[in-house]
Every structure is written in C-alpha cells, then in structure tokens.
C-alpha cells in the first residue's frame, strides 16, 4: 500500500488544555463549547454550512500515546482490540466526533459537543445528515451498558 500525508484544514480549540481534562466522549459533555477555526484559504468551503445542525469532525490525535493493538479502555477494564474501540492511541492517530453546529462568524465555526483537546489539527469536517449517518438498528458491542465513568488513572 501507498503511504500519503494528511495536512490540516483548520485547528480546533477547546476548553481541555491537558488529557485529564477532555471527555470521554462529546455526548457526555453536550454543553462544552469549541470553536473550529478553518485556515484562511478553506473558508469558502464553509459555504451552505449554516444549514446543517451537527457536523462531524476529523481529526489528529496529535497528542496521542504510544500504540497498543489491545488494551483496556477509558469506559472498561477488560482489554479490547484498538479498532474495536475508540481509543486515541491508534495506529493512524485519526480520531472523529460529531458536534452541534452553533453559529459561523467568517471561518470560525462554534460548536458544542466537543471532546476534543485544545489545538487539535482539523482533518476535514463535513455535515452530519441523518438520513446518511443515523442507523438506529445499529449495535453497540461491548459498549452495551457502559455508563459514563472518570477516565482511570494511567489509562493511556
């Protein structure tokens, strides 16, 4: 396979300057509030965005551990393999997260939802449409049951 470089579209800011500090996930924090700042020369790609309510975001776990293939998680003690969980510390450092579309002034975009830390690369962004991205048949695995928790101590 090909290797290829990503370079970012944008920064996202937060309230969660140390690892400690950011969620878990964003739907357990839905009022935290982010901006998504899109790099100068891709704000014209915010065009028609306003219309959308949520947006799902792409990033970098830029601050990201070391790699371990199986591991426990921050919502579980019993190891799971990396790509059955969302772990950051992944092979390809890419992390993804839905948040609510608050308002747009220029190429700042503000959100709530975020679970992000401060400064994290933007990959790219792109709108969150139900009738695409809803499936609720879906199942959730060993998530099932799991209830929001602290993250454990030492965890990554």
């Not at 100068?40 to 306003?50: C, S, T, V």
């Not at 059955?84 to 308002?103: E, F, K, M, Q, Y």
């Not at 709530?112 to 695409?132: C, E, H, N, Q, S």
Request: with cysteine; glycine share 10%.
């Amino acid at each position: 396979m090909n290797e290829f470089t990503l370079s970012p579209v944008g920064i996202i800011h937060s309230p969660f300057a140390a690892k400690d500090e950011a969620p878990i996930q964003g739907a357990f924090v839905p009022d935290a509030v982010g901006r998504v700042e899109l790099f100068p020369r891709f704000a014209e790609g915010l065009k028609d965005i306003e219309g959308f309510s949520h947006l799902i975001l792409i990033y970098r776990f830029h601050r990201a551990g070391e790699v371990e293939l199986v591991r426990p998680t921050f919502l579980d003690d019993e190891p799971h393999g990396i790509f059955a969980t969302r772990h950051p510390c992944r092979p390809n450092g890419i992390g993804l997260t839905i948040v609510r579309l608050l308002g747009r002034e220029g190429n700042i975009l503000t959100v709530a939802g975020i679970d992000v830390l401060d400064g994290t690369p933007l990959i790219d962004l792109k709108p969150y449409v139900p009738r695409f991205d809803a499936h609720p048949e879906a199942t959730s695995g060993w998530f099932t049951g799991k209830e929001p928790r602290p993250k454990p101590a030492g965890r990554e």
